[in-house]
C-alpha cells in the first residue's frame, strides 16, 4: 500500500516550453501532497503543498506563476514548468500523505531544459 | 523554525556489521513526528521508520532501530547486519504534530557505503 506514481520519470525539453508532471497516488485516497526539487547531492527543498480543491500554497522564493500546481483530484497533483529554462533542469519528486502521518514519494523526474 | 542536523555527510560499515547513524533537531514544540527515508541510486525516498514523540519506546523495524533521545532533541538510525541493498543516502525528517502543517524538515542527509 501507498504507492505513489510520477510521470514522466524523464523529460527533456527546450527554452521556453512548458511541462507538465504528474503525480498520483494509486492505492489511497491524498487530500495532500507535496512538491519538492532535489539538486544533486542535496536534500529535498520543498516546493510548494497541494490541496484538493484549492489553491497550492507556495514557499519562500519559489514563483508560482512559473510552477503551476493543479491539485483537481483526491488521487493527482500536476506540476507545470511554463517558460522552463535551463536552470529549472533538476530532478522533481512528489509525495502525499497517507491515512497515517507519513509522507510517500514519488519515483521523481529528472527534467533536463536545453 | 524547526532545523535537523546530521552531521556526517558519509558513512561506510562493513557488510553484517551494525551502523548508526546520527541525526539531531532543534524544535520548540512537545509533540512532533520523526521519520528517517533511505535514498537509493534510483532516487525513490522509501520510508524506513518512524517516531511520535509522545512514545517512549523506541521505533523499530526488523534490522532497524532508533535511539530517541526527546530531550537531548537526538534521533539515530541504528542498522544491524547490513547488506548490500542498505547502500543509499539516509535523510532525518522532521514533522509538527498538528495536521494543519504538515511540512517535513529534512536534515542534509548522510551518505551510507556497505563494503563487501
Known amino acids: 500500500g501507498a504507492v505513489v506514481s510520477q510521470h514522466p520519470s524523464r523529460v527533456i525539453c527546450k527554452s521556453g516550453t512548458s511541462v507538465k508532471i504528474e503525480c498520483r497516488s494509486l492505492?489511497?485516497?491524498?487530500?495532500?501532497m507535496f512538491w519538492y526539487r532535489q539538486f544533486p547531492k542535496q536534500s529535498l527543498m520543498l516546493m510548494a503543498t497541494?490541496?484538493?480543491?484549492?489553491?497550492?500554497?507556495?514557499e519562500q522564493g519559489v514563483e508560482k506563476d512559473k510552477f503551476l500546481i493543479n491539485h483537481a483530484s483526491l488521487t493527482l497533483s500536476t506540476l507545470t514548468v511554463t517558460s522552463a529554462h535551463p536552470e529549472d533542469s533538476s530532478f522533481y519528486i512528489c509525495?502525499?500523505?497517507?491515512?497515517?502521518?507519513?509522507?510517500?514519494f514519488g519515483p521523481g523526474t529528472r527534467l533536463t531544459v536545453t | 523554525a524547526q532545523t535537523v542536523t546530521q552531521s556526517q555527510p558519509e558513512m561506510s560499515v562493513q557488510e553484517a556489521e551494525t551502523v548508526t547513524l546520527s541525526c539531531t533537531y532543534d524544535t520548540s514544540e512537545s509533540d512532533y513526528y520523526l521519520f528517517w527515508y533511505k535514498q537509493p541510486p534510483s532516487r525513490q525516498m522509501i520510508l524506513v521508520i518512524r517516531q511520535e514523540a509522545y512514545k517512549q519506546q523506541n521505533a523499530t523495524e526488523n534490522r532497524f532501530s532508533v535511539n530517541f533521545q526527546k530531550a537531548a532533541k537526538s534521533f539515530s538510525l541504528k542498522i544491524s547486519d547490513s547488506q548490500l541493498g542498505d547502500a543509499a543516502m539516509y535523510f532525518c525528517?522532521?514533522?509538527?504534530?498538528?495536521?494543519?502543517?504538515?511540512?517535513?524538515?529534512f536534515g542534509t542527509g548522510t551518505r551510507l557505503t556497505i563494503i563487501p
Open positions: 525528517a522532521y514533522r509538527p504534530f498538528p495536521f494543519g502543517n504538515e511540512k517535513l524538515t
Open positions: 509525495s502525499a500523505r497517507g491515512q497515517t502521518y507519513a509522507q510517500y
Open positions: 497541494s490541496n484538493e480543491g484549492s489553491k497550492a500554497t507556495y
Open positions: 492505492d489511497f485516497q491524498a487530500t495532500t
